[in-house]
Protein backbone atom coordinates (compact mmCIF):
# COMPACT_ATOMS: atom_id res chain seq x y z
CA UNK A 1 0.00 0.00 0.00
CA UNK A 2 2.94 2.11 0.89
CA UNK A 3 4.65 1.60 -3.15
CA UNK A 4 1.19 2.39 -4.17
CA UNK A 5 0.93 5.76 -2.76
CA UNK A 6 4.08 7.09 -3.19
CA UNK A 7 3.62 6.19 -6.74
CA UNK A 8 0.67 7.99 -7.28
CA UNK A 9 1.99 11.20 -5.56
CA UNK A 10 5.20 10.51 -7.90
CA UNK A 11 2.74 10.21 -11.06
CA UNK A 12 0.97 13.43 -9.53
CA UNK A 13 3.88 15.47 -8.97
CA UNK A 14 5.21 14.62 -12.86
CA UNK A 15 2.16 16.10 -13.89
CA UNK A 16 2.36 19.40 -11.55
CA UNK A 17 6.08 20.25 -12.43
CA UNK A 18 6.12 18.56 -15.72
CA UNK A 19 3.35 20.57 -17.71
CA UNK A 20 5.11 24.02 -16.91
CA UNK A 21 8.44 22.53 -18.21
CA UNK A 22 7.06 20.81 -20.98
CA UNK A 23 5.50 24.23 -21.69
CA UNK A 24 8.68 26.80 -21.43
CA UNK A 25 10.51 23.85 -23.20
CA UNK A 26 7.81 24.83 -26.22
CA UNK A 27 8.00 28.52 -25.55
CA UNK A 28 4.09 27.93 -24.35
CA UNK A 29 3.10 31.15 -22.46
CA UNK A 30 1.68 28.40 -19.83
CA UNK A 31 0.06 30.97 -17.38
CA UNK A 32 -0.98 32.44 -19.89
CA UNK A 33 -2.93 29.67 -21.40
CA UNK A 34 -4.38 28.75 -18.40
CA UNK A 35 -5.72 31.67 -17.63
CA UNK A 36 -7.97 31.32 -21.01
CA UNK A 37 -8.67 27.59 -20.15
CA UNK A 38 -10.19 29.16 -16.75
CA UNK A 39 -12.13 31.55 -18.70
CA UNK A 40 -13.09 28.94 -21.31
CA UNK A 41 -14.69 26.75 -18.08
CA UNK A 42 -16.35 29.86 -16.43
CA UNK A 43 -18.49 30.37 -19.50
CA UNK A 44 -19.48 27.14 -19.09
CA UNK A 45 -20.23 27.15 -16.04
CA UNK A 46 -22.67 30.18 -17.05
CA UNK A 47 -24.20 28.43 -19.71
CA UNK A 48 -25.03 25.56 -17.86
CA UNK A 49 -26.38 27.46 -14.64
CA UNK A 50 -29.94 27.79 -16.62
CA UNK A 51 -30.11 24.33 -17.29
CA UNK A 52 -29.20 23.55 -14.11
CA UNK A 53 -31.73 25.13 -12.00
CA UNK A 54 -34.88 24.01 -14.33
CA UNK A 55 -33.20 20.23 -14.01
CA UNK A 56 -33.20 20.28 -9.63
CA UNK A 57 -36.85 21.93 -10.13
CA UNK A 58 -37.98 19.77 -11.92
CA UNK A 59 -36.70 16.85 -9.53
CA UNK A 60 -38.30 19.00 -6.64
CA UNK A 61 -41.76 18.95 -8.45
CA UNK A 62 -41.39 15.25 -8.75
CA UNK A 63 -40.40 14.45 -5.22
CA UNK A 64 -43.05 16.60 -3.69
CA UNK A 65 -46.03 15.47 -6.12
CA UNK A 66 -45.64 11.84 -5.07
CA UNK A 67 -44.48 10.71 -8.44
CA UNK A 68 -41.31 8.93 -7.31
CA UNK A 69 -43.52 6.97 -4.98
CA UNK A 70 -46.43 6.43 -7.27
CA UNK A 71 -43.85 4.92 -9.17
CA UNK A 72 -42.10 2.77 -6.81
CA UNK A 73 -45.90 1.53 -6.05
CA UNK A 74 -46.55 0.43 -9.72
CA UNK A 75 -42.93 -1.28 -10.16
CA UNK A 76 -42.28 -2.86 -6.61
CA UNK A 77 -44.33 -6.11 -7.37
CA UNK A 78 -42.52 -6.74 -10.44
CA UNK A 79 -39.00 -6.04 -9.61
CA UNK A 80 -39.70 -7.81 -6.20
CA UNK A 81 -40.24 -11.04 -8.40
CA UNK A 82 -37.33 -10.17 -10.63
CA UNK A 83 -35.24 -10.81 -7.28
CA UNK A 84 -34.85 -7.05 -6.68
CA UNK A 85 -35.24 -5.72 -3.23
CA UNK A 86 -37.72 -3.09 -2.74
CA UNK A 87 -36.13 -1.07 -0.48
CA UNK A 88 -33.54 -0.56 -3.62
CA UNK A 89 -36.48 1.16 -5.81
CA UNK A 90 -36.07 4.62 -4.57
CA UNK A 91 -32.40 4.79 -5.40
CA UNK A 92 -33.14 2.94 -8.78
CA UNK A 93 -36.00 5.67 -9.50
CA UNK A 94 -33.87 8.49 -8.40
CA UNK A 95 -29.96 7.66 -10.13
CA UNK A 96 -30.78 9.18 -13.79
CA UNK A 97 -32.37 11.82 -12.30
CA UNK A 98 -29.86 13.29 -9.65
CA UNK A 99 -26.63 12.14 -8.47
CA UNK A 100 -27.60 14.13 -5.13
CA UNK A 101 -30.85 12.68 -4.75
CA UNK A 102 -29.35 9.32 -5.23
CA UNK A 103 -27.03 9.84 -2.50
CA UNK A 104 -29.35 11.29 -0.08
CA UNK A 105 -31.48 7.85 -0.42
CA UNK A 106 -28.10 5.53 -0.54
CA UNK A 107 -27.21 7.36 3.07
CA UNK A 108 -30.84 6.66 3.67
CA UNK A 109 -30.47 3.49 3.20
CA UNK A 110 -27.01 2.47 4.55
CA UNK A 111 -28.70 4.37 8.23
CA UNK A 112 -32.00 1.87 8.13
CA UNK A 113 -30.20 -1.09 6.63
CA UNK A 114 -26.69 -0.56 8.43
CA UNK A 115 -23.42 -0.10 6.51
CA UNK A 116 -22.56 -3.71 5.99
CA UNK A 117 -26.28 -5.09 4.57
CA UNK A 118 -26.10 -6.79 1.15
CA UNK A 119 -28.50 -3.55 0.18
CA UNK A 120 -26.30 -1.37 1.60
CA UNK A 121 -23.37 -3.07 -0.50
CA UNK A 122 -26.02 -3.26 -3.55
CA UNK A 123 -26.90 0.40 -3.06
CA UNK A 124 -23.28 1.62 -3.03
CA UNK A 125 -22.57 -0.65 -6.26
CA UNK A 126 -25.47 0.55 -7.99
CA UNK A 127 -24.48 4.80 -7.35
CA UNK A 128 -20.74 3.47 -8.95
CA UNK A 129 -22.30 1.40 -11.71
CA UNK A 130 -24.51 3.60 -13.35
CA UNK A 131 -25.06 7.48 -14.53
CA UNK A 132 -27.34 10.47 -13.79
CA UNK A 133 -28.63 10.26 -17.15
CA UNK A 134 -31.45 12.34 -17.32
CA UNK A 135 -29.20 15.05 -15.83
CA UNK A 136 -26.82 14.63 -18.22
CA UNK A 137 -28.58 15.29 -21.64
CA UNK A 138 -30.71 17.66 -19.69
CA UNK A 139 -27.31 20.30 -18.24
CA UNK A 140 -24.26 19.25 -20.98
CA UNK A 141 -26.14 18.35 -24.16
CA UNK A 142 -28.85 21.80 -23.31
CA UNK A 143 -25.27 23.80 -22.60
CA UNK A 144 -23.78 23.00 -25.60
CA UNK A 145 -26.93 23.45 -27.95
CA UNK A 146 -27.61 19.85 -28.71
CA UNK A 147 -31.49 19.78 -29.30
CA UNK A 148 -31.93 15.93 -30.78
CA UNK A 149 -30.60 13.46 -28.54
CA UNK A 150 -31.44 11.22 -31.18
CA UNK A 151 -30.71 7.80 -29.01
CA UNK A 152 -29.06 9.03 -25.97
CA UNK A 153 -31.49 9.07 -23.54
CA UNK A 154 -32.56 5.41 -24.63
CA UNK A 155 -28.74 4.43 -24.48
CA UNK A 156 -27.73 5.63 -21.26
CA UNK A 157 -30.92 4.31 -20.16
CA UNK A 158 -30.92 1.06 -20.71
CA UNK A 159 -26.95 1.27 -19.62
CA UNK A 160 -28.09 2.39 -16.11
CA UNK A 161 -30.84 -0.63 -15.85
CA UNK A 162 -27.95 -3.06 -16.83
CA UNK A 163 -26.16 -1.70 -14.18
CA UNK A 164 -28.55 -1.97 -11.39
CA UNK A 165 -29.69 -5.26 -12.10
CA UNK A 166 -25.61 -6.33 -12.76
CA UNK A 167 -25.05 -4.56 -9.62
CA UNK A 168 -27.67 -6.16 -7.91
CA UNK A 169 -26.44 -9.93 -9.52
CA UNK A 170 -22.86 -9.65 -8.60
CA UNK A 171 -23.41 -8.23 -4.94
CA UNK A 172 -25.23 -11.49 -4.68
CA UNK A 173 -22.57 -13.28 -6.20
CA UNK A 174 -19.53 -12.02 -4.37
CA UNK A 175 -21.17 -11.20 -1.07
CA UNK A 176 -23.59 -13.74 -0.55
CA UNK A 177 -21.00 -16.37 -2.04
Not at 119 to 148: D, N, P, Q
Amino acid sequence: MQLVNWISSAVFLSFVAGIPCVGAFKKIKVFDVFVEGAQEGFNVVLRIVPFLVGMVVAIGMLRASGAFELLAQGLGPVLNAMGVPPDLLPLMLARPFSGAASNAVLVDIIRAQGGDSMIAHMAATMIGSTETTLYVVAVYFGAVGIRRTRHAIACGLIADAVGMFVSIFICRFLIAG
